[in-house]
């Protein structure tokens, strides 16, 4: 257990140490999505009846942004680690695969909320907002910085250095988190496109936790919870399995 909780601070002290890159500009970048796209379309677009776009969304820049730096947290932290060559380091020691998980998507956990509290903190000052059902709202948060930090454990396996991660990052995720109803309402795109969205797990989680802010959301909470909850566990799953056989960390 001990072993856990070094590494785990190791991973927490690795992005606290650069805050001003790892917190405080993912947070600068959501405050310039709100201004530019509140500016645009504030006026022009009521999502939920009585709530303003700019309300709408800052949900989705907060759950955004938490995603985001879930993943770059755990993927950036093992690619750098086999380019410099300090994971021998570790290798080496006694620290079992379910111990590697623990602490390095924890860490991702703890980075993707601590960017989503100062984006929530920051952007709501731009628009009232009230917690409807919290609960959702941390549940959804919780849920999808675990399974983006596994997400970042799988690409950080794959990748050997980080034009590798970035292409994971750029055509995978991006894709993925803006397709997911950050900036609209599922319900304002053609047939074709809501379906795509609906397989998409990241609407899911963007979806959910919005539900904890407005009390509403386009599907069922307990649907989204069920399928948030399912990816999490099969990408769990496969991130043990990974991790367990050595996957290109011992070549």
């Known amino acids: 257990m001990n072993g856990v909780g070094t590494l ?22 959501a405050v310039l999505y709100l201004l530019i796209f509140g500016h645009v379309l504030e ?9 303003g ?9 907060v759950m955004m942004s938490v995603l985001q730096n879930a993943f770059a947290n755990s993927s950036s932290s093992l690619v750098q680690s086999k380019i410099t060559g300090n994971l021998v380091f570790l290798l080496v020691t006694p620290l079992s695969h379910r111990a590697w998980f623990t602490a390095y998507v924890g860490a991702s956990v703890v980075r993707g909320l601590v960017v989503g509290t100062g984006v929530f903190l920051v952007t709501a000052w731009f628009a009232p907002l009230r917690l409807a059902e919290p609960w959702w709202a941390i549940t959804f948060a919780v849920l999808g910085a675990g399974m983006l930090g596994s997400l970042g454990l799988i690409a950080g396996l794959w990748a050997d250095k980080f034009d590798q991660m970035a292409a994971f990052q750029n055509f995978i995720i991006m894709p993925m988190t803006f397709l997911s109803g950050v900036f609209y309402s599922v319900h304002s795109l053609p047939g074709v496109w809501q379906t795509i969205s609906h397989l998409n797990p990241f609407f899911y989680m963007i979806d959910g936790f919005r539900r904890g802010f407005f009390g509403v959301s386009d599907v069922s909470p307990w649907f989204s919870l069920a399928v948030v909850g399912a990816s999490f566990l099969v990408v769990a799953g496969i991130t043990l399995r990974l991790l367990a056989t050595g996957y290109k960390l011992r070549s």
């Open 43 to 51: 006026d022009k677009v009521e999502v939920f009846p009585g709530v």
């Open 8 to 29: 785990f601070r190791k991973e927490i002290l690795r992005f606290w140490k650069v805050a001003f890159q790892t917190v405080a500009a993912p947070v600068m970048t």
């Open 53 to 61: 776009y700019t309300s709408f969304l800052i949900p989705g820049l």
